[in-house]
């Protein structure tokens, strides 16, 4: 059976499935999301391939604070700043990308989108795969993001090593999404944050949204 219930047992499915290059489905803070080792140029191509896209970067999210270390070459004030704040949470923050991180996963830009997610269950999953792990939504390109692990397992009856079942989405919203890499923080997609709680975290360090 593709669908496993959330479970140390299912956990451990989807670990091994992820160290042997695989791509899991499981609900992150947001809405089910593609998981794979973020380190593995092949099992990123089959998350595009499952998608049916090419030359979008792909985000990750990781299971503790430290770990952003493993993929980002730098740190900005604003980056500080708002991941002390808003961290964990639905916040997906763009910076720029650790030399050896796959280009596949920066699609040539250079930087990366990395969310600590306020999600036990989420984190948890990632924490078992290895503390990184992608989640660009579960949908093929075009389609609407997946809220169960039903529609997961619909859009990809084939490719998927598992999906891992934690209940239906518990928001209507995709993350928020922040780019901190240049001179002044841009935001890409307003979602679950709202725009006047980031524009606060940038105020008290005297930043401005571009």
Known sequence: MLIHPDSE????????????????????????????????AGALRAVNELKGRDGKPVLVLISDAEVAERLLARRSRAFEALAASLWPGALTLVAEARGGVPELLTAGTGTVGVRLP???????????CGRALTATSANPAGRAPARTAGEAAGYFPRGLGLV?????????????VLDVSGARPRLIREGVVPRAEIEATLGSINETLD
Do not use: N
């Open 9 to 40: 047992k299912a956990r451990e499915r989807a670990a091994r499935a992820v160290a042997a290059g695989g791509v899991i489905a499981f609900r992150t803070d947001t809405f089910y999301g593609l998981g794979a080792d973020p380190f593995d």
């Open 164 to 176: 891992v079942d934690g209940g239906a989405a518990r928001t209507e919203l995709p993350s928020t």
């Open 118 to 128: 306020d999600d036990v269950e989420a984190r948890a999953i990632v924490r078992a």
